[in-house]
């Protein structure tokens, strides 16, 4: 939870609503370079100790809700190893920052995961840091937007996939000796899954994948005493957007929900929270949307 959340704040106006300054960056962009900021919970967070002792690893976490996630790992107790690109470094000194204030371990390990040697190594570091890993959290991705297939180039497709589904595999194979009792695995759908937008069509496709890989996986592990839940967030106010969307239209990116607005990666983050404690201990092979009012199947 947030200090804004237990306020009871209305939602709809809890943060900026569109339409906001046009921008766009070159992908995959960086946090630092939007405005209005992303909120990732720097200021509102507060930990009650749930993943206290964990060892924790989270792809994507230089930004957006893999930063959030990150540091709300943290405070919650979790040392954290993350993910992030070469051109995301300063983006990633932000997040490993805010962990260590926390006063958790914050290991930051730059890297393609399209490469299964690199996902391996992903591995290897963390259990050469923590000795083992109790929460993966599968949460990096790539998006570009096109006008429809035709438009869609065969390089393209396969990094979207390799990027989003091989690398989720890698990881989950790799990481799985290294995983006990009471782990858990936390893989990042999107609505997309279930409302696909042609314009990210082999996007939306990687999403539907993710969801159907973690339902088919839980139903391997969850005897085994180890938890494979997705969560499935609508539109989220990250560097992603102007760094891949047409750029007429970030300034009205996420009004279109029932809130108006798109979510904040702080009002994310919870939700891997809730999955990765033991609070959520009866579920396995969920989906948990976070939509702003979105409808999901």
């Given at each position: 939870?947030?200090?804004?959340?237990?306020?009871?704040?209305?939602?709809?106006?809890?943060?900026?609503?569109?339409?906001?300054?046009?921008?766009?960056?070159?992908?995959?962009?960086?946090?630092?370079?939007?405005?209005?900021?992303?909120?990732?919970?720097?200021?509102?967070?507060?930990?009650?100790?749930?993943?206290?002792?964990?060892?924790?690893?989270?792809?994507?976490?230089?930004s957006?809700?893999?930063?959030?996630?990150?540091?709300?790992?943290?405070?919650?107790?979790?040392?954290?190893?993350?993910?992030?690109?070469?051109?995301?470094?300063?983006?990633?000194?932000?997040?490993?920052?805010?962990?260590?204030?926390?006063?958790?371990?914050?290991?930051?390990?730059?890297?393609?995961?399209?490469?299964?040697?690199?996902c391996?190594?992903i591995?290897?570091?963390?259990?050469?840091?923590?000795?083992?890993?109790?929460?993966?959290?599968?949460?990096?991705?790539?998006?570009?937007?096109?006008?429809?297939i035709?438009?869609?180039?065969?390089?393209?497709?396969?990094?979207?996939?390799?990027?989003?589904?091989?690398?989720?595999?890698?990881?989950?194979?790799?990481?799985?000796?290294?995983?006990?009792?009471?782990?858990?695995?936390?893989?990042?759908?999107?609505?997309?899954?279930?409302?696909?937008?042609?314009?990210?069509?082999?996007?939306?496709a990687?999403?539907?994948?993710?969801?159907?890989?973690?339902?088919?996986?839980?139903?391997?592990?969850?005897?085994?005493?180890?938890?494979?839940?997705?969560v499935?967030?609508?539109?989220?106010?990250?560097?992603?957007i102007?760094?891949?969307?047409?750029?007429?239209?970030?300034?009205?990116?996420?009004?279109?929900?029932?809130?108006g607005?798109?979510?904040?990666?702080?009002?994310?983050?919870?939700?891997?929270?809730?999955?990765?404690?033991?609070e959520?201990?009866?579920?396995?092979?969920?989906?948990?949307?976070?939509?702003?009012?979105?409808?999901?199947?």
């Amino acid at each position: 939870m947030t200090e804004d959340q237990h306020e009871q704040r209305n939602p709809v106006e809890q943060y900026p609503k569109p339409e906001y300054p046009k921008q766009e960056q070159q992908p995959p962009g960086l946090e630092s370079e939007m405005e209005p900021r992303p909120d990732y919970g720097e200021a509102t967070y507060r930990g009650y100790g749930r993943l206290e002792g964990k060892a924790t690893v989270v792809t994507g976490g230089d930004s957006g809700i893999g930063r959030a996630v990150a540091l709300a790992f943290a405070r919650e107790g979790a040392d954290v190893l993350f993910t992030y690109l070469d051109e995301e470094e300063s983006d990633a000194r932000e997040t490993a920052r805010v962990v260590e204030e926390a006063g958790k371990r914050a290991v930051a390990v730059p890297g393609d995961i399209r490469e299964e040697e690199h996902c391996q190594k992903i591995v290897r570091r963390a259990t050469d840091e923590f000795g083992r890993i109790d929460v993966l959290v599968n949460n990096a991705a790539y998006q570009m937007s096109a006008s429809g297939i035709r438009e869609i180039s065969s390089e393209q497709f396969d990094r979207t996939f390799r990027t989003n589904i091989y690398a989720m595999f890698y990881l989950c194979k790799a990481a799985l000796p290294h995983m006990r009792e009471g782990s858990v695995i936390i893989n990042t759908s999107s609505i997309e899954a279930y409302q696909p937008k042609p314009i990210l069509i082999d996007y939306a496709a990687t999403k539907g994948a993710i969801v159907t890989f973690s339902k088919g996986l839980a139903q391997e592990l969850t005897a085994e005493g180890i938890r494979v839940n997705v969560v499935a967030p609508g539109p989220v106010w990250t560097p992603l957007i102007p760094a891949t969307m047409p750029t007429e239209g970030v300034p009205t990116f996420g009004g279109s929900k029932p809130v108006g607005r798109p979510a904040q990666p702080a009002e994310v983050a919870p939700a891997y929270v809730f999955l990765a404690s033991q609070e959520s201990s009866y579920m396995s092979g969920e989906v948990v949307g976070v939509t702003g009012g979105g409808l999901m199947p």
